[in-house]
């Protein structure tokens, strides 16, 4: 450890090691690296929405394992998620734009379609 003076504050060393002839560059300069995306639209209902039924989806009709290969449905975790969406649109009732609120009414109708599909399969 070094002798800190605590007046010092906290202090941050780079202890990286390059080459003595290569310059600090940017991540976007550097080869083989590309810039991180923009930063997108100030997050939103509909956003949310579409997140939490892709979800649900993907658990309705299954995530393939990578180990075993085979694919693994989870209805319990879909019903909870389109619970979750249920409560949203009681939550926010009144609230939501007309937008937000087809989005919202279309996605819980297709997911308990096929929830109920996927149910009565099994």
Do not use: W
């Amino acid at each position: 450890m070094t002798d800190q003076n605590p007046e010092s504050g906290f202090q941050v060393r780079d202890r990286r090691r390059r080459p003595d002839d290569e310059p600090a560059r940017p991540v976007e300069e550097r080869p083989g690296t590309s810039a991180p995306p923009p930063a997108s639209a100030e997050p939103s209902l509909v956003g949310l929405f579409m997140m939490l039924a892709s979800c649900a989806l993907a658990a309705l009709e299954g995530v393939r394992d990578p180990a075993s290969g085979q694919t693994h449905q989870d209805p319990r975790q879909a019903a909870e998620l389109i619970d979750t969406l249920i409560l949203l649109r009681e939550r926010t009732e009144g609230r939501r734009t007309s937008e937000e609120s087809q989005t919202l009414d279309e996605l819980l109708y297709d997911l308990q379609l096929r929830y109920i599909r996927a149910t009565k399969s099994s």
